[in-house]
């Protein structure tokens, strides 16, 4: 009985809490009950320590989003001209340079991609439908690729307005005592004319095209024409006057020489140049769109750019390795500003910050594009000339064609202050032979002079700007044009 009520007063002392339905298991003997004490884990203190380092771990993880989502080309770029129906209200990219560079004083920057990697992926948007990747190929020189930069469809209408403007032989040597006349004045209307419209406007003018033997309308006809479109109200001029005012006597550029005075020949190839500005197809005029989101460059630059060169290369058809731009030299200035520029240089060179190439069919076989010099950084000089010739053997870099897909690379380095600098010596590029079938493609070349003034003062004079006091000089502007 004693120990009866010994049990019961051991097990009254061990229930602090409320009573349960069921009695507790029995306690064993000479065992103590513990004393249950309050925790701290969940006290204030310690809430508030978590909530700040995990308030401080979404923020690093959105910095670092932010981060990556800005050095990888993403942002916004507005859409300027709506009626083109390929141009998106906006464009995984980062911000372009100013559109137009003289609002800005002509202070901007030429857009360089960033490369990071041989291998590295980047996300680009240039159509409104889908997202583009672009391929990091080479450092030196940088060059990427762009598949799908084109449909197939696309692809084939750019053929065929190659072929509906008429493709011609490529430029052949010309004896340098050749008396012939190279080309009619009806001839010379039609290559100058690049939209087609039958009229010939200022840019067309002094966009010195390519004539088709490879000749250069002489500087001296050039001022006759472009006087007669000054004196014109209309400030264009029609065939007609197109004949009175232009001369008979055309001067070569030199034997050998094709465009802007390199000495570049294809074999087995023909060749056009077709228009990208207002007026033209309306793939035509998206190609030119395109480029100008992908380069980033101011959209006034790339249209004061070159045409777009056709070149279909037939089997058995090359093109030894050349460097697309020249380097600056004081005897030479560039031939897309020489006229706007007043320049007595004697040489016109190829200004070319940069070249968009367009694979427009698959090759069956060869006619790889080739930079045997990409990332090589242990070539021998006495070696250079062998590339020149064996750039397909012994070449470091091959791009087979592939219908759709565009290259883009830079000609020249940066001068570090964001212009155009030296001539990038790794740029050397050349198109294999082609074994099977033919080879088509699209060249699209950016044009910068070296020289900033040069550069402004050819845009102003051909978007009908005003020139600044200091480039007017002490002539006044009607006196202008005798200068060119």
């Not at 372009?96 to 960033?114: C, I, M, V, W």
């Not at 990332?375 to 020149?388: K, M, P, Q, V």
Request: hydrophobic letters at 30%; glycine letters at 10%; a negative charge.
């Amino acid at each position: 009985m004693v120990e009866y009520h010994e049990n019961l007063q051991s097990s009254e002392s061990c229930s602090d809490g409320p009573s349960y339905e069921s009695p507790p298991p029995p306690l064993l003997p000479g065992r103590e009950c513990p004393r249950l004490q309050r925790s701290n884990v969940c006290s204030r203190a310690y809430f508030v320590v978590v909530m700040v380092f995990f308030h401080l771990y979404i923020i690093n993880i959105i910095a670092l989003l932010l981060y990556v989502h800005y050095n990888t080309g993403a942002g916004e770029v507005s859409n300027s001209e709506p009626n083109l129906p390929d141009r998106s209200p906006s464009v995984t990219l980062p911000p372009p340079a100013p559109s137009d560079p003289h609002d800005s004083g002509h202070h901007f920057r030429l857009t360089r991609l960033e490369g990071i990697r041989v291998g590295h992926m980047q996300t680009v948007s240039l159509t409104p439908d889908r997202s583009h990747k672009l391929r990091t190929l080479s450092l030196k020189p940088l060059l990427f690729e762009i598949p799908g930069f084109l449909s197939p469809e696309e692809c084939g209408v750019v053929m065929q307005l190659a072929q509906l403007k008429g493709l011609t032989g490529s430029p052949q040597p010309v004896p340098a005592d050749s008396q012939e006349e190279q080309l009619t004045q009806d001839e010379l209307f039609s290559l100058l004319d690049l939209n087609q419209d039958g009229l010939l406007q200022r840019e067309e003018i002094l966009g010195l095209s390519l004539s088709k033997d490879g000749s250069w309308l002489g500087s001296y006809n050039l001022w006759e024409i472009h006087m007669g479109l000054e004196r014109n109200p209309a400030g264009v001029l029609s065939l007609q006057e197109f004949r009175q005012v232009s001369g008979g006597v055309f001067r070569h550029g030199g034997p050998g020489q094709g465009l802007y005075g390199q000495n570049q020949i294809r074999q087995k190839s023909t060749q056009t140049r077709l228009y990208l500005g207002e007026g033209s197809h309306h793939l035509l005029k998206s190609i030119r769109n395109r480029v100008t989101r992908l380069t980033r460059l101011p959209s006034s630059l790339v249209d004061l750019s070159e045409p777009l060169e056709v070149v279909r290369y037939e089997q058995g058809g090359y093109s030894h390795a050349h460097h697309d731009s020249s380097p600056s030299h004081p005897d030479s200035c560039c031939a897309h500003t020489h006229l706007a520029a007043n320049s007595s240089a004697p040489n016109q060179i190829s200004c070319r910050y940069l070249t968009v190439l367009l694979f427009l069919n698959s090759v069956d076989g060869g006619g790889e594009s080739s930079f045997p010099m990409a990332d090589n950084r242990t070539y021998e000089e006495e070696a250079l000339g062998d590339l020149f010739q064996q750039y397909c053997t012994k070449g470091n870099l091959k791009i087979k064609p592939v219908a759709g897909t565009a290259l883009l690379w830079y000609n020249h380095l940066s001068d570090g202050n964001g212009w155009v600098g030296e001539q990038d010596e790794f740029s050397l590029n050349g198109d294999c032979m082609v074994t099977r079938g033919s080879k088509w493609i699209g060249n699209i070349w950016i044009n910068v002079d070296p020289e900033h003034q040069r550069q402004e003062r050819y845009e102003r004079l051909v978007s009908g700007q005003p020139l600044k006091s200091e480039e007017l000089g002490t002539h006044g502007h009607g006196d202008l044009h005798q200068d060119l």
